[in-house]
């Protein structure tokens, strides 16, 4: 039986600044005494079946000042308005932003810039609580802008906290590509908790890539609390690279018709790393089409979840709703569980869901080497091509390129098209 947690949600807070975001009384509003009647949750909570926390409550973390490192060691792309956090500071902001694209950071940010969003779970109230530093991100009417947006925030230190907010405003007919990296230096127990409210006009495209890049030893917890208004196209693609512990919460409110939705998600872990992929859409209009494709590789004794949750509200006809989970496992110790799930109260509606977990294709190792190719580079090959149409996802082979070699260096894996 799991042990109890009772009360380590409070002796885990014990050492935690209070937020300094200029948070409105909305977002607030009852948020500490939701937070006095919860602790972590158990294996029997739904949603934290399989992702255990146990660890996570016993640690104590404190706030230390780092000394200002190299970012350009976690440079994803170069050409790109850049914004680097290392723990609770911005050390770097370009200086060179494009009319219509504006951003603010920290305390500049005003009471009434934020607009409201849900936080139901223990992690989002406990950003609400914590939230330490982040950015507001707008993008003006009409506006596309030229580069992308790369936003990189490094965990710096053993047991360190970082409570990261965001808010990214695309306004009508505005579109952008925004790239977000997570890393650590020396993270040992530390833990990073970082929110994104993401609101879409009429008519706007966003393209969101995260890549989690964290160290062996970091516990991160990202949410993506996502609205879109009619005619709308959102794209999020998730590659999970690195991190000891990783909790991806996604949520899609599609709150207009004619909206595009995609979700996509590229996980590769090893050793005793855990990944758990939870998204949600929820088609409240009708005329809409949402996909989502989600592929893991899982090496020794890994683990990783997927619980992927579409609705279809009773007034949301003619859907195209479809999601597809997909797994490999490299070793008999190595675990996933998938669970994705349709929830309809419509008639008019093409929905369809499916998950695959097996092993290696061994037919295809056995005609690689029988072609001349070592054991070891015809598995990774194998591999490379299982996890090719999810990373194929990512429009900016600038950013596609810096995932190959992170992949190259790490796994030994060369996919098609790497340079």
């Given at each position: ?12 807070r ?7 975001l ?11 005494g ?11 909570h739904?949603a934290?079946?399989y992702?255990?926390?146990s ?14 490192i ?30 219509g ?15 409201s ?5 223990h ?15 707008n ?7 030229d ?8 965990t ?7 409570f ?5 405003n ?5 579109k ?8 650590s230096k ?5 833990y ?6 993401v609101?879409l ?8 890539t ?13 949410t993506e ?15 999970t ?15 207009g018709e ?16 855990h990944?758990?992929?939870h ?16 592929k ?23 859907i ?9 496992l ?22 369809s869901?499916?998950?695959?977990t ?7 190792v056995?005609y690689?080497?029988s ?20 990373l194929?996802k ?12 992170q992949?190259?260096a790490r796994?030994?894996l060369?996919?098609q098209?790497?340079d």
């Open positions: 039986m799991e042990q109890s947690t009772k009360a380590s949600l409070q002796s885990f014990s050492n935690l600044s209070a937020a300094k200029a948070l409105p009384s909305v977002l607030i509003a009852n948020n500490e939701d937070l006095s009647l919860m602790d972590f949750p158990t294996s029997r739904e934290w079946k992702t255990r926390l660890r996570l409550a016993k640690i104590q973390l404190e706030s230390t000042i780092a000394a200002p190299d970012w350009e060691d976690f440079n994803m792309v170069k050409d790109a308005y850049t914004f680097v956090f290392q723990n609770t500071t911005c050390i770097y902001i370009s200086n060179d932003l494009p009319d694209l504006s951003i603010k950071i920290g305390d500049e940010i005003a009471t009434t810039d934020w607009l969003s849900i936080n139901e779970s992690v989002a109230k406990l950003n609400v609580a914590h939230a330490q530093n982040g950015c507001l991100i993008i003006a009417k009409g506006i596309q802008v580069k992308p947006i790369q936003i990189i925030y490094i710096d230190g053993p047991k360190q906290p970082n990261w907010r965001n808010q990214l695309i306004e009508v007919g505005a952008a590509n925004i790239h977000i990296g997570y890393f020396d993270a040992i127990d530390s990073s908790n970082v929110h994104w409210s609101f006009k009429e008519n706007s495209h966003l393209i969101m995260k890549i989690q890049n964290d160290g062996e030893a970091n516990f991160h917890f990202s609390n996502i609205s879109q208004l009619k005619d709308s196209n959102f794209t999020l693609n998730t590659v690279l690195n991190g000891a512990f990783v909790r991806n919460d996604v949520l899609v409110h599609v709150e004619n909206c595009e939705t995609h979700l996509n998600g590229a996980y590769i872990m090893k050793e005793n790393q990944v758990d992929n998204t949600t859409v929820d088609h409240i209009f009708p005329n809409c089409n949402s996909y989502e494709l989600y893991g590789v899982m090496d020794d004794k890994s683990t990783a979840v997927f619980n992927g949750k579409v609705f279809v509200r009773p007034n949301a006809q003619k195209n709703a479809f999601q597809s989970n997909a797994n490999v490299l070793s008999d110790d190595a675990t996933i569980n998938s669970k994705p799930e349709l929830e309809i109260y419509a008639d008019d509606v093409k929905c869901h499916g998950s695959t097996g092993q290696l294709d061994l037919e295809a056995f690689l080497r072609r001349g190719i070592s054991e070891t580079e015809a598995r990774s090959m194998v591999v490379a091509a299982f996890m090719t149409d999810v194929s990512v429009a900016s082979n600038d950013l596609k390129s810096y995932i190959y070699q992949l190259a796994f030994n060369h996919l098209g790497e």
